[in-house]
Every structure is written in structure tokens, then in C-alpha cells.
């Protein structure tokens, strides 16, 4: 006979939370019931429940502010680093091959999300492109902004597939710009406003083709100046 599967008392627990944020339609953001209000809803000790919670933490289900409350993870329960880049010694070649999918994949999301973005999408997206451009003008590093940009695009498209590979293109933004040497401001923002003008007015090929031009011209960029490194030598 096959074995069953056992589970702790704080994993059923765990699994229970999360049935209960599906049937609630929690979203990310929202606050959850406290240890205690679980206890009773779940009919389990506080110490299971607290149990439980570590187990969802540790999964990006939730999220436990101190002295706020626990709230239903950004990060929908997918790890910051799902493909493992981390563990990879060779940066370039990684830079490299993300700038590849990013320029297989990222191209259709902009398309996609000129096509389902709501106006409720598109205000967030604009309030990312301004504090991007913000820190461009300043001349100060907007690598994090530049990945929220990228992320909030993957957002419109309200494809839940889509929008859990944002790790990895995140990943791919901040790897990017630790390779490179020398930032690329005014690009930036003529690209960037490109893409968000053409989603903003539902231009899907459009779109397609501004996200392309941008990846491919950093691609060109950090292929020149590997090149050049290497000359040097």
C-alpha cells in the first residue's frame, strides 16, 4: 500500500489559512486575522497557528509586520530567487541569457497588457514611470524602480502565469545593471515612456515593438562594452 502523507498539526493548519484566504478573496496587501481570531476559526491552538504562519512566511504567503499584523504577501507565494541565479558563477554569461528570455518574453507581455490594463493599471504604471524618470534626472540609481516598472507591466496583462515570473525579471533588471558600467539615463526614459504610451493607448504592437527596442538596445549596450573590456586586457 502507497503511504500516506503526514502532516504536522502547523501544516494542515497552514493549508487551512490558505483555503481561508482563497473562499475570503483576500488580495495581496490585506490584513488577516490575528493568532488568536485563527485559533478560533481553525479550532487549533495558538501555537499551532503560529506555526503555521512561519510555514507560510517561509513560502511568501504571508507576511508578519511587527506590531501591524499579518498580511497576505506581494509575492504570492513565489520564491524572490525561483530559478536559482544566485547559485550561477558566471555573471556575464547569466546577464546574457536573461537579457535572451527577457527579450523572448517581455515583448508579448507589453502587448498583452496594452490589451488588458485597467485604468486603474495604468495609473500605477505612470506613477512608477515618473519616480523612474525622477531618479534619472537626479542621476541617482533607479534600478529598483526600473524593476517595479518591468514588474507593474507584467501586472497588466492579469495573467497569473505572467505575473509570477516577475522574480525573474527582476532578477534580470538588478543583474543588468550590476553588470553594467556606465547607466543609460536619457534612454531610459525615451524607452520607457515608449512602452507605458503604447499600453497606456492600447497599442499592442506598438507596445511589442518599444519593448523590444529597449531590451535589444541594452543588449547591444552590455555586448559593446563587454567587448571592449575585453580589449583592453
Known amino acids: 500500500m502507497p503511504r500516506k502523507e503526514r502532516h ?11 483555503t481561508y484566504i482563497q473562499e475570503e478573496n483576500y488580495q495581496p496587501g490585506d490584513k488577516l486575522p490575528n493568532e488568536y481570531e485563527f485559533s478560533e476559526l481553525l479550532g487549533v491552538s495558538r501555537n499551532t497557528v503560529r506555526e503555521a504562519l512561519r510555514v507560510l512566511v517561509s513560502r511568501n504567503i504571508v507576511t508578519i509586520r511587527q506590531g501591524a499584523g499579518t498580511f497576505v504577501s506581494e509575492k504570492k507565494g513565489v520564491s524572490d530567487d525561483p530559478l536559482g541565479f544566485t547559485m550561477v558563477d558566471d555573471r556575464v554569461k547569466l546577464t546574457k541569457d536573461l537579457l535572451q528570455i527577457r527579450y523572448i518574453i517581455e515583448p508579448s507581455v507589453a502587448a ?10 495604468l495609473e500605477k504604471l505612470k506613477e512608477i514611470l515618473l519616480e523612474v524618470e525622477a531618479l534619472t534626472g537626479q542621476r541617482m540609481d533607479f ?5 517595479e ?13 505572467m505575473s509570477n515570473l516577475i522574480p525573474v525579471i527582476n532578477m534580470g533588471v538588478e543583474i543588468f545593471s550590476s553588470e ?4 543609460e539615463y536619457e534612454q531610459t526614459i525615451r524607452s520607457h515612456r515608449s512602452i507605458y504610451l503604447a499600453i497606456r493607448d492600447k497599442r499592442a504592437a506598438d507596445a511589442k515593438e518599444a519593448m523590444q527596442f529597449h531590451l535589444l538596445y541594452n543588449s547591444n549596450r552590455f555586448m559593446e562594452e563587454k567587448v571592449l573590456s575585453e580589449e583592453q586586457l
Open 8 to 18: 504536522t498539526l502547523g501544516e494542515q493548519a497552514a493549508k487551512n489559512i490558505i
Open 112 to 121: 498583452l497588457a496594452a490589451q488588458n490594463a485597467t485604468p486603474e493599471d
Open 143 to 147: 534600478t529598483e524602480k526600473d524593476a
Open 149 to 161: 516598472f518591468h514588474a507593474q507591466i507584467a501586472n497588466c496583462t492579469h495573467n497569473t502565469v
Open 180 to 183: 553594467i558600467s556606465q547607466r
